[in-house]
Nanobody, 123 residues
Framework: QVQLVESGGGLVQAGGSLRVSCAAS????????MGWFRQAPGKEREFVAA????????YHADSVKGRFTISRDNAKNTVYLQMNSLKPEDTAVYYC????????????????WGQGTQVTVSS
């Protein structure tokens, strides 16, 4: 069982930066692939980024490539999403997800999800 708690969301101006974190419970965090997803009001949840259990494999959605970076610290049971050059269209609730399967995380069907953290980008 894995419990995920996101933090670090907030209000930022366009062009600014923000880092959101996802802290996981459990001693087997390093065995899980992790991902970030987001959902804006009135829109479907969309994939943002994913990282393999060792951190060597990462994948970012085209919409955030070059601006966002996913990383993890297995010693701290935490995955991060560094967001730079933020745009108003990045405004959403950001969720982290975990699963033992990297492909399952990519597909958005991971077993474990956090409660989300709000990111608002003002123009």
């Amino acid at each position: 069982q894995v419990q995920l708690v996101e933090s670090g969301g907030g209000l930022v101006q366009a062009g600014g930066s923000l880092r959101v974190s996802c802290a996981a419970s459990g001693r087997t965090f390093s065995r899980y692939a992790m991902g970030w997803f987001r959902q804006a009001p009135g829109k479907e949840r969309e994939f943002v980024a994913a990282i393999g259990w060792k951190g060597a494999s990462t994948y970012h959605a085209d919409s955030v490539k070059g601006r966002f970076t996913i990383s993890r610290d297995n010693a701290k049971n935490t995955v991060y999403l560094q967001m730079n050059s933020l745009k108003p269209e990045d405004t959403a609730v950001y969720y982290c997800a975990a699963d033992e399967s990297y492909s399952t995380v990519l597909a958005g069907t991971g077993d474990y999800w956090g409660q989300g953290t709000q990111v608002t980008v003002s123009s």
